[in-house]
């Protein structure tokens, strides 16, 4: 069992004293619980592809066999797998604040649902999700089963030649509107800000750091390597978010 990642008194003491956190997450939150982060999310069949060119409207509108496959496979793999430590002790912080009649949202940049399964409530699904479809052509929204696909790509039941996607957001397609307003809202007001398990290169997300420190508030980071927003970070936590998280939140709430 390699050591315990130190905790700096810094981060425990901003969390303790915040009066509205503001939480952004990414893949590597999600590593722990088996899924495999965006960047080297494509194993076996999968390795061939490169996810930004397959995460596109363009490739879905040239390839939507080949695209519905690998969104259903990864909600197949999503249902394999469950929350770790790292969204539990989430939860458990969103409820220590709230409980305190402070602020507490939580953005994140996951599309698998982990955080809801975990008991987080605000939260704010910056991508979007691959737990809901939607018909193309004429917008009517499934729920997906978690059973695969009889067929490819999906068809609509209620128009001729509709095909379903996925409810999340791909590259060069704008986030949703509302995700956006939540997210500068809490930007806004928070005084302390988080980015745990994200490279902090895909935009808007990776500006919301920088954005909330401009204003004062403490920026903090825990993610397995450092990232562009670890040089302006008042205090980084490199080690797994499935062991740094649970201890954080154990001393915040003690
Ligand atoms: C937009 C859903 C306005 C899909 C995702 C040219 C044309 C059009 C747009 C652009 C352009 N150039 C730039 C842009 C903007 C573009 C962008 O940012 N590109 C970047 C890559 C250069 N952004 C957009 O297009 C956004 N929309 O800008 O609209 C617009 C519109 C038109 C034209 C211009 C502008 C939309 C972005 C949303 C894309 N959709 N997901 C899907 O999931 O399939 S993004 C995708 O990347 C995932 O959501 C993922 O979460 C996200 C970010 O990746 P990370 O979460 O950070 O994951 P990653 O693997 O990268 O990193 C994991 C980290 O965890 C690592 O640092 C690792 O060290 C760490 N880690 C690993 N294990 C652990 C850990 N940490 C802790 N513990 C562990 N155990
Ligand atoms: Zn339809």
Redesign the pocket.
């Known amino acids: 069992m390699g050591s315990l990642p130190a905790i700096p008194d810094s981060m425990v003491e901003s969390l303790r004293s915040s009066e509205h956190l503001c939480v952004l997450?990414?893949?590597?939150?999600s590593?722990?619980s088996g899924l495999?982060?965006?960047?080297?999310?494509l194993t076996g069949m999968w390795a061939k592809y490169d996810?930004?060119s397959?995460?596109t409207p363009e490739a879905f509108e040239r390839d939507p066999d080949l695209v519905t496959r690998?969104?259903d496979f990864?909600v197949g793999e999503g249902g394999k797998h469950t929350p770790n430590p790292?969204h539990h002790a989430l939860a458990r912080l969103e409820e220590w604040m709230t409980a305190r009649d402070r602020g507490f949202t939580l953005l994140?940049?996951?599309?698998d649902g982990f955080h809801q399964d975990a008991g987080s409530r605000e939260v704010v699904e910056?991508?979007?999700t691959?737990r809901t479809w939607r018909c193309a052509r004429c917008s009517t929204g499934y729920t997906h089963s978690g059973r695969p696909f009889d067929a490819y790509p999906p068809r609509c039941e209620r128009c001729p030649d509709g095909v379903l996607r996925?409810n999340?957001?791909?590259?060069?397609?704008?986030?949703p509107e509302e995700a956006i307003e939540r997210a500068h809202d809490a930007i806004a007001s928070c005084d302390v800000f988080i980015s745990?398990?994200?490279?902090?290169?895909?935009?808007?997300?990776?500006s919301f750091g920088e954005a909330a420190g401009a204003r004062g508030a403490k920026v903090f980071e825990?993610?397995?390597?450092p990232?562009p927003l670890t040089a302006r970070a008042d205090a980084s936590i490199h080690?797994?978010?499935?062991?740094?998280l649970p201890l954080l939140v154990d001393r915040v709430t003690a």
């Open positions: 997450t990414g893949a590597g939150v590593a722990e495999r982060t965006f960047r080297d999310a996810p930004m397959l995460a690998w969104y990864r790292g994140t940049q996951n599309v910056l991508h979007g691959i996925p999340v957001v791909w590259f060069g397609e704008m986030l745990i398990g994200t490279s902090g290169v895909v935009q808007p997300a990776s825990i993610n397995l390597e990232t080690a797994p978010s499935g062991l740094a």
